[in-house]
């Protein structure tokens, strides 16, 4: 099974930037890759999700001309660029991986978690003064 492993989250104050990685130990060029968050007492929410071939993206509302997926096949890394944090972008962000799906808005909109592929451990942002 693939293990997805984040990396890069911290404290960040309003209106700063963070980078966020997604690393797997084995090549996950065949998945297409998403990025979820879960704020304390929220659900889970699809953020940004990027096609196994790279030439397709989705982003959430909330985040669109903020956030910016992307992936580097060399590294087997994800990444997910966030500018001009919010405090309301405070939550746990997770990575996680579907093998081959076409369709990315479905993946970013899944409620049904489990379904999908793998997932990581996931890394916390806060954004505060």
């Known amino acids: 099974q693939l293990r997805l492993v984040e990396s890069g989250g911290g404290l960040v104050q309003p209106g700063g930037s963070l980078r966020l990685s997604c690393t797997a130990p084995?090549?996950?060029?065949?998945?297409?890759i998403g990025w979820f968050r879960q704020a304390p007492g929220k659900e889970r929410e699809g953020v940004a999700c990027?096609?196994?071939?790279?030439?397709?993206?989705y982003y959430t509302t909330s985040v669109k001309g903020r956030d910016t997926i992307s992936r580097d096949y060399a590294k087997n890394t994800a990444y997910l660029e966030m500018e001009n944090l919010k405090p309301e972008d405070t939550a746990i962000y997770l990575c996680?991986?579907?093998?081959?799906?076409?369709?990315?808005?479905?993946?970013?909109?899944?409620?049904?978690?489990?379904?999908?592929?793998?997932w990581g451990q996931g890394t916390q942002v806060t954004v505060a003064s």
């Open positions: 990027i096609s196994w071939r790279g030439d397709n993206t």
């Open positions: 996680t991986a579907e093998e081959r799906i076409t369709n990315i808005r479905d993946m970013c909109e899944t409620t049904a978690f489990h379904v999908l592929d793998a």
């Open positions: 084995t090549s996950f060029s065949r998945y297409a």
